[in-house]
């Protein structure tokens, strides 16, 4: 497996403005996955992208993946102070069954 | 269904006791893992399993052994501990392959070793 390396490394926004981070890798992938982790919690998973798909869209989130700049982006709209947390992205390859994770972006949503 | 279950959730050791961290699952998955995190870090793959009686080393194996006689449990187990070994420790499970499949995570056992 490989790791993902996401940027920026920490991000601070207003309540109710978009975030966006960015997510890079080195070799071909199957897909990417995007998860969130809660301050002292556990990984919950957010959106899976396979390599054949350019964006996908779930409630306020948007991933989208260039395979042929070995990249991908997650933006969150209308953020929320709920979105406070950390978000990390995996990419997998073929024949993984398991995931490498990067530091992720931390991300700051004020009041 | 409870999904991924830890247990403890908080646990203090002192250098060279053992233990075992419990971790279960309830949706009939085959992959499972165990990861740590360590302040200002991403997770760190500790040992993994692809089904029951099959397990495999991860990147930091070191100092921990697991096994895996059912589908539904993957105990891991510290054999010595050492202060480096203070850490916050995820179980994930996944229905296959992380090529096709999600993991899911356990909400974790905070460790400190003194």
């Known amino acids: 497996s490989q790791q993902g390396e996401e940027d920026p490394q920490a991000l601070s926004i207003q309540e109710g403005e978009n975030a966006t981070m960015n997510c890079s890798y080195k070799?071909?992938?199957?897909?990417l996955q995007w998860y969130r982790q809660n301050s002292g919690r556990g990984l919950v998973h957010l959106i899976l992208?396979?390599?054949?798909?350019r964006e996908k869209h779930s409630g306020r989130l948007r991933v989208t993946l260039d395979t042929s700049k070995k990249s991908s982006s997650l933006l969150i709209t209308a953020s929320r102070a709920a979105d406070t947390a950390s978000y990390f992205c995996?990419?997998?390859?073929?024949?993984?069954?398991?995931?490498?994770f990067g530091a992720g972006t931390t991300v700051t949503v004020r009041a | 269904n409870a999904g991924v279950t830890q247990t403890p959730k908080f646990q203090v050791l002192k250098t060279g006791q053992s233990m075992t961290l419990q971790c279960a699952q309830d949706?009939?998955?085959?992959?499972m893992s165990w990861y740590r995190q360590d302040p200002g870090m991403g997770l760190r793959l500790i040992h993994y399993?692809?089904?029951?009686?099959?397990?495999d080393q991860g990147e930091v194996p070191n100092g921990y052994n697991v096994s895996r006689s059912t589908t539904e449990d993957f105990p891991l187990r510290l054999l010595s501990a050492a202060p480096s070994q203070t850490s916050v420790y995820f179980c994930?499970?996944?229905?296959?392959?992380?090529?096709?499949?999600?993991?899911?995570f356990g909400p974790g056992t905070r460790l400190t070793v003194t």
């Open positions: 994930a499970s996944s229905y296959g392959s992380t090529s096709s499949y999600e993991q899911y």
């Open positions: 070799t071909s992938i199957n897909n």
């Open positions: 992208i396979r390599s054949n798909e």
């Open positions: 995996a990419p997998a390859s073929s024949g993984d069954y398991k995931l490498s």
């Open positions: 949706m009939n998955h085959e992959y």
């Open positions: 399993s692809v089904g029951a009686g099959i397990t």
